[in-house]
């Protein structure tokens, strides 16, 4: 978004490392003009929303209620998802005939579940196991890094994942489908300030970025920044995107 404002001919300042509550406010209150976040986390952070009516119709109730409620622009989504899904190796999903978690809760009683530090507590967890009747053999806590290679070496047989996570591809792995829309959607969108929702110089610029990002592009992205050798930095990735 820098790049594409700085081609432009603006000056740009970069705010980094602010967590999501503090750049929504900063973004309402005008001490920011753009920024990303996810369609899930402002549902229910912002809006306090606990229902999940679907993809679509989260994005239209945000792109109402935000602008009518703190005047904020939802200009356009990305692209790409960064949700929250349960990932296996492709081999053992295939050998297990999992597709779906409705199918992974006939096998799960046999298998281990690994999840982040904070998984097991979050409410899309919580939300999984009341769809899906999930009862696991065990259940084991990973740092991310840690995590995938559990899954590699067998320690446990499903991890929970982000859906643009690099290694996803890198290590084929596979995305249970989730038939009953038990986990909400995690559309990454751009979001504008109140006091630059008229200027034409700033949308005209970010408006083209709207779906110009799937998720294998992110996937690739993200890995090129946390493979093990060869990495790249941040903005060097997001030139990738940029292409």
């Given at each position: 978004?820098?790049?594409?404002?700085?081609?432009?001919?603006?000056?740009?300042q970069?705010?980094?490392?602010?967590?999501s509550?503090?750049a929504?406010?900063?973004?309402?209150?005008?001490?920011?003009?753009?920024?990303?976040?996810?369609?899930?986390?402002?549902?229910?952070?912002?809006l306090?929303r606990?229902?999940?009516?679907?993809?679509?119709?989260?994005?239209?109730?945000l792109?109402?209620?935000?602008?009518?409620?703190?005047?904020?622009?939802?200009?356009a989504?990305?692209?790409?998802?960064?949700?929250?899904a349960?990932?296996?190796?492709r081999d053992?999903?295939?050998?297990?005939?999992?597709?779906?978690l409705?199918d992974?809760?006939?096998?799960?009683?046999?298998?281990t579940?690994?999840?982040?530090?904070?998984f097991?507590?979050?409410?899309?967890?919580?939300?999984v196991?009341?769809?899906?009747?999930?009862?696991?053999?065990?259940k084991?806590?990973?740092?991310?890094?840690?995590?995938?290679?559990?899954?590699?070496?067998?320690?446990?047989?499903?991890?929970s994942?982000?859906?643009s996570?690099?290694r996803?591809a890198?290590?084929?792995?596979?995305?249970?489908?989730d038939?009953?829309?038990a986990?909400?959607?995690?559309?990454?969108?751009?979001?504008?300030?109140?006091?630059?929702?008229?200027?034409?110089r700033?949308?005209d610029?970010?408006?083209?970025?709207?779906?110009?990002?799937?998720?294998?592009?992110?996937?690739?992205?993200?890995?090129?920044?946390?493979?093990?050798?060869?990495?790249?930095?941040?903005?060097?990735?997001?030139?990738?995107?940029a292409?």
């Amino acid at each position: 978004m820098a790049g594409r404002l700085e081609a432009e001919g603006a000056s740009v300042q970069r705010r980094v490392n602010l967590g999501s509550a503090v750049a929504y406010r900063a973004l309402a209150a005008g001490e920011i003009d753009a920024y990303v976040d996810y369609s899930g986390t402002l549902w229910a952070n912002v809006l306090n929303r606990t229902d999940n009516p679907g993809r679509a119709a989260v994005l239209d109730g945000l792109r109402t209620e935000l602008k009518a409620r703190d005047g904020v622009v939802l200009l356009a989504p990305l692209g790409f998802e960064n949700a929250y899904a349960l990932a296996m190796r492709r081999d053992r999903a295939e050998q297990l005939g999992i597709k779906t978690l409705a199918d992974l809760a006939t096998k799960a009683p046999d298998l281990t579940m690994g999840g982040d530090l904070e998984f097991f507590s979050r409410p899309e967890w919580a939300a999984v196991v009341e769809a899906y009747g999930l009862r696991f053999r065990a259940k084991r806590q990973f740092q991310p890094t840690f995590m995938y290679r559990a899954l590699e070496s067998g320690e446990a047989d499903v991890i929970s994942a982000f859906s643009s996570d690099g290694r996803i591809a890198a290590d084929d792995l596979v995305l249970l489908g989730d038939p009953r829309g038990a986990l909400p959607p995690y559309d990454a969108v751009i979001l504008i300030s109140p006091k630059r929702a008229g200027d034409r110089r700033l949308l005209d610029a970010l408006t083209p970025l709207g779906g110009s990002i799937d998720v294998k592009a992110m996937q690739a992205a993200n890995y090129a920044v946390d493979r093990d050798t060869g990495k790249k930095s941040p903005a060097e990735a997001a030139g990738m995107l940029a292409r």
